[in-house]
């Protein structure tokens, strides 16, 4: 439905006049069931169909304006925590939109920012839909608020499996349990996610928040969950911040920012990354394919669902029967993504597709990552121009089944995935 007449500049005014307030619900230390923080929640004017955020959001993006009514959500959350007194022995949970990520913010609004940056603790939630909108965006996002201090946080973790996969890529420090975990436990699929989320918690350090939680029964369920942190009307409902918000359970922690540095400008390629700490053979591509395709078939697991990403060279080597594999593929996957000079957007159903340039170091390389909640691979290839018949062009290899290795290469070559309009 489009946005016309006199609502469309109801909204508008809603926006030009940041008419955007912010309520914060309660995170609690579960043990304690003291604060250790807040999540923002935006609402807009009262009384009006925009009251509620979704309304407001889908009425923003019909007028192209969604981005900028993020920004004036978060930073008028930010207003309300510092006039508050919120320091940072409370975090403070912010959520951002996807097609916010490459839109700068308004000059207005950025004086708060940057005091934002100097006096809170901030946690910035993202769904996996920030990473199938916008992969190279969204890391660099993740990595900018790490650069400062704050923390990212995977959201609603359980409302779709293919956020299992997506979580490593991004390595929150706070996983959120969707509030559907609680409320319908005896789902057949729900011990699969929270076993995942509870690998992941173990495997790095982070910590798990249940969302949802509205009785005592939630709340013992959260904690077989393995959740230590808590959200709900248990413990509250959405309202302003008191004054003062001094009291605490000693914040959210936060991991080391040295578990995942920032992406080498420009990004060092798969092929180097896995060579540098692997061995390094050569072989035809007749004798590369079988394992290509057997890793492959590890990122059509339908119980869980994997990442699966891919460099092709040049479009004329994603043959019309690699497209089928792959669409396939793409039916049940997390994320499908393949890479070559020449490729579309949508190089097959379900498949994002990344069009490389001319002299690209990645045109020289042949790469198959796989990364899924357990399961990691990668083939790292880089052609040595020997020439001769298809089957039998040399490459020379390095493959590995190293999980921090895997994940180090599959985040360096998402960064090469953008929306064709921002490439």
Same mark, same amino acid.
């Given at each position: 439905?489009?946005?016309?007449?006199?609502?469309?500049?109801?909204?508008? %005014?809603?926006?030009?006049?940041?008419?955007?307030?912010?309520?914060?619900?309660?995170?609690? #230390? &579960?043990?304690?069931?003291?604060?250790?923080?807040? +999540?923002?929640?935006?609402?807009?004017?009262?009384?009006?169909?925009?009251?509620?955020?979704?309304?407001?959001? +889908?009425?923003?993006?019909?007028?192209?304006?969604?981005?900028?009514?993020?920004?004036?959500?978060?930073?008028?959350?930010?207003?309300?925590?510092?006039?508050?007194?919120?320091?940072?022995?409370?975090?403070?949970?912010?959520?951002?939109?996807?097609?916010? &990520?490459?839109?700068?913010?308004?000059?207005?609004?950025?004086?708060?920012?940057?005091?934002?940056?100097?006096?809170?603790?901030?946690?910035?939630?993202?769904?996996?839909? !920030?990473?199938?909108?916008?992969?190279?965006?969204?890391?660099?996002?993740?990595?900018?608020? $790490?650069?400062?201090?704050?923390?990212? !946080?995977?959201? #609603?973790?359980?409302?779709?499996?293919?956020?299992?996969? &997506?979580?490593?890529?991004? $390595?929150?420090?706070?996983?959120?349990?969707?509030?559907?975990?609680?409320?319908?436990?005896?789902?057949?699929?729900?011990?699969?996610?929270?076993?995942?989320?509870?690998?992941?918690?173990?495997?790095?350090?982070?910590?798990?928040?249940? %969302?949802?939680?509205?009785?005592? %029964?939630?709340?013992?369920?959260?904690?077989?969950?393995?959740?230590?942190?808590?959200?709900?009307?248990?413990?509250?409902?959405?309202? @302003?911040?008191?004054?003062?918000?001094?009291?605490?359970?000693?914040?959210?922690?936060?991991?080391?920012?040295?578990?995942?540095?920032?992406?080498?400008? @420009?990004?060092?390629?798969?092929?180097?990354?896995?060579?540098?700490?692997?061995?390094?053979?050569?072989?035809?591509?007749? $004798?590369?394919?079988?394992?290509?395709?057997?890793?492959?078939?590890?990122?059509?697991?339908?119980?869980?669902?994997?990442? &699966?990403?891919?460099?092709?060279?040049?479009?004329?080597?994603?043959?019309?029967?690699? !497209?089928?594999?792959?669409?396939?593929?793409?039916?049940?996957? !997390?994320?499908?993504?393949?890479?070559?000079?020449?490729?579309?957007?949508?190089?097959?159903?379900?498949?994002?597709?990344?069009?490389?340039?001319?002299?690209?170091?990645? $045109?020289?390389?042949?790469?198959?990552?796989?990364?899924?909640?357990?399961?990691?691979?990668?083939?790292?290839?880089? #052609?040595?121009?020997?020439?001769?018949?298809?089957?039998?062009?040399?490459?020379?290899?390095?493959?590995?089944?190293?999980? +921090?290795?895997?994940?180090?290469?599959?985040?360096?070559?998402?960064?090469?995935?953008?929306?064709? %309009?921002?490439?």
């Amino acid at each position: 439905m489009t946005v016309t007449g006199s609502r469309a500049r109801t909204v508008d %005014e809603i926006i030009d006049t940041r008419a955007v307030t912010t309520l914060f619900q309660p995170l609690v #230390d &579960l043990d304690r069931r003291e604060p250790v923080g807040y +999540e923002a929640l935006s609402r807009g004017p009262a009384g009006t169909p925009w009251q509620a955020p979704m309304a407001l959001f +889908e009425a923003a993006r019909e007028l192209g304006r969604a981005a900028e009514l993020d920004w004036i959500c978060r930073v008028r959350a930010y207003q309300a925590a510092l006039a508050a007194g919120l320091d940072d022995s409370m975090t403070l949970f912010v959520n951002i939109e996807p097609m916010a &990520l490459r839109t700068p913010c308004p000059d207005d609004l950025f004086p708060v920012t940057v005091a934002a940056q100097g006096r809170l603790r901030v946690v910035t939630e993202i769904t996996e839909r !920030a990473i199938a909108d916008d992969p190279s965006a969204l890391l660099s996002t993740a990595a900018a608020c $790490r650069a400062i201090g704050w923390g990212v !946080a995977f959201d #609603d973790v359980g409302s779709d499996p293919a956020s299992l996969a &997506l979580m490593p890529l991004v $390595r929150p420090d706070v996983v959120k349990l969707d509030m559907g975990l609680l409320h319908n436990p005896h789902r057949a699929e729900v011990a699969h996610v929270v076993n995942a989320a509870i690998a992941y918690a173990e495997r790095t350090g982070a910590v798990i928040l249940a %969302e949802g939680i509205e009785t005592e %029964e939630h709340l013992e369920m959260a904690r077989t969950m393995g959740a230590t942190l808590g959200q709900g009307l248990l413990f509250g409902a959405p309202a @302003p911040l008191p004054m003062p918000s001094s009291v605490c359970a000693g914040g959210v922690p936060l991991l080391s920012p040295d578990g995942i540095g920032p992406v080498s400008v @420009p990004p060092k390629t798969p092929f180097e990354i896995v060579a540098a700490s692997r061995p390094v053979l050569q072989t035809t591509k007749a $004798r590369l394919a079988p394992i290509s395709r057997f890793l492959e078939s590890k990122a059509r697991d339908e119980i869980e669902p994997p990442v &699966l990403l891919a460099c092709f060279q040049e479009a004329r080597f994603f043959t019309s029967a690699v !497209a089928e594999r792959f669409a396939a593929t793409a039916g049940t996957a !997390a994320f499908v993504a393949v890479l070559g000079v020449g490729l579309d957007e949508r190089p097959a159903t379900g498949v994002r597709g990344a069009r490389l340039s001319e002299d690209d170091p990645l $045109r020289g390389e042949w790469n198959v990552i796989v990364v899924g909640p357990y399961f990691s691979a990668a083939l790292t290839a880089r #052609d040595l121009g020997t020439g001769g018949t298809e089957p039998e062009r040399r490459f020379e290899y390095a493959l590995t089944h190293d999980r +921090e290795l895997v994940l180090e290469a599959a985040r360096a070559l998402m960064h090469w995935i953008s929306p064709a %309009e921002a490439a």
